[in-house]
């Protein structure tokens, strides 16, 4: 029980990251006028991308300082993810050894 949580919650921050790196490169083709947001389906990914990614990356463009037009905010927000799938793996690693994990 205790590892099918934890695996769901990797699995989770596995498709946030993924999500991240999407909306990053579909704004980097929109930038560069090879996507057109007037297009239905481009609008829709892009809309679902935004409402999945801001809650993440907001907080993060509040305390990051501007580059000029470059968006550092998705690699901070992947690297913190990926520590804290880090941190799961090893708080379960622990939990397995101590045979408190069932």
Same mark, same amino acid.
């Given at each position: 029980?205790?590892?099918?949580?934890?695996?769901?919650?990797?699995?989770?921050?596995?498709?946030?990251?993924?999500?991240?790196?999407?909306?990053?490169?579909?704004?980097?083709?929109?930038?560069?006028?090879?996507?057109?947001?007037?297009?239905?389906?481009?609008?829709?990914?892009?809309?679902?991308?935004?409402?999945?990614?801001?809650?993440?990356?907001?907080?993060?463009?509040?305390?990051?300082?501007?580059?000029?037009?470059?968006?550092?905010?998705?690699?901070?927000?992947?690297?913190?993810?990926?520590?804290?799938?880090?941190?799961? &793996?090893?708080?379960?690693?622990?939990?397995?050894?101590?045979?408190? &994990?069932?």
């Amino acid at each position: 029980m205790v590892g099918a949580i934890f695996w769901l919650v990797s699995e989770v921050i596995h498709l946030l990251i993924l999500a991240i790196i999407a909306a990053a490169v579909l704004s980097m083709l929109v930038a560069f006028g090879v996507a057109n947001p007037r297009n239905q389906f481009v609008y829709v990914v892009g809309d679902f991308l935004n409402r999945v990614t801001e809650p993440v990356l907001r907080p993060i463009r509040r305390f990051l300082p501007y580059f000029g037009n470059i968006d550092l905010s998705p690699v901070v927000a992947i690297l913190l993810l990926e520590a804290l799938q880090m941190v799961l &793996a090893d708080l379960y690693a622990r939990l397995v050894m101590s045979g408190l &994990a069932f």
